[in-house]
């Protein structure tokens, strides 16, 4: 079946700039989650989606950051105001269920802001 | 609180001979383990992982790691190395209950011909 898809793949954007980045999970996975990842550097949490559960959204690092889910399937993560150190790669993940799953990693989006 | 070491950023190995990828761990409760593969314009992929069960895990394409709590190691290994492994491999650790895995920086391994 289909894996994690995320679009676009690559995102240039000016300054201050709002961006709107889509992740679409394996179908019949409950729990989603975005990362962030750095030139050169590991992944670092983001926010989590379980169900119809309140998001976690302890990772995100500004209130410019927000995500969203529709129930189970579509999520976007919405960066305001782009700032040049908002450059990176952004990847989505979704497993079937919460607790300790394999998680399953789209292929990213790679912002570049300039 | 959890927290991943990759002890190397970058190793190079020659193409037929073993891979010792290091990673010391910790966390305040029983961890679960990981090692994912990112290769160039790849999506992750997860190699193995250990929850508790066996301390020497089985990965995918010849991995393997072996959980070591009185060291806190998970290093991950491989018999002779082959061109095709050349990526960058992430050290992951988590527990029960905690939805958030948490990262190392990564270790670049290079095969020489």
């Known amino acids: 079946g289909a894996g994690v898809s995320q679009s676009p793949s690559n995102k240039v954007t000016e300054k201050g700039k709002d961006v709107e980045l889509r992740c679409d999970p394996i179908s019949g996975h409950t729990a989603l989650y975005w990362y962030r990842q750095r030139l050169g550097q590991g992944l670092e949490f983001l926010i989590y989606f379980q169900g119809n559960s309140a998001p976690d959204k302890s990772g995100l690092p500004s209130d410019r950051f927000s995500a969203e889910r529709t129930g189970e399937s579509v999520s976007t993560l919405t960066i305001q105001r782009t700032q040049q150190e908002d450059s990176a790669v952004y990847l989505c993940?979704?497993?079937?269920?919460?607790?300790?799953?394999?998680?399953?990693f789209g292929p990213g989006t790679r912002l570049t802001v300039t | 609180a959890q927290s991943v070491t990759q002890l190397d950023s970058h190793v190079s190995v020659s193409e037929g001979t073993p891979v010792l990828l290091r990673c010391n761990y910790s966390?305040?409760?029983?961890?679960?383990l990981f090692w994912y593969v990112q290769h160039p314009n790849k999506g992750l992929q997860l190699l193995l992982k250990?929850?508790?069960?066996?301390?020497l895990v089985k990965g995918i394409n010849g991995f393997e790691a072996e959980f070591k709590k009185s060291e806190t190691s998970f290093h991950l290994t491989k018999p002779s190395a082959h061109m095709s492994d050349a990526a960058e491999y992430f050290c992951?650790?988590?527990?029960?209950?905690?939805?958030?895995?948490?990262f190392g920086t990564g270790t670049r391994l290079t095969i020489i011909p």
């Open positions: 993940a979704s497993s079937p269920d919460r607790g300790v799953y394999e998680q399953y």
């Open positions: 966390s305040s409760y029983s961890p679960s």
């Open positions: 992951v650790v988590t527990h029960f209950g905690n939805e958030k895995l948490t």
């Open positions: 250990y929850t508790s069960a066996a301390t």
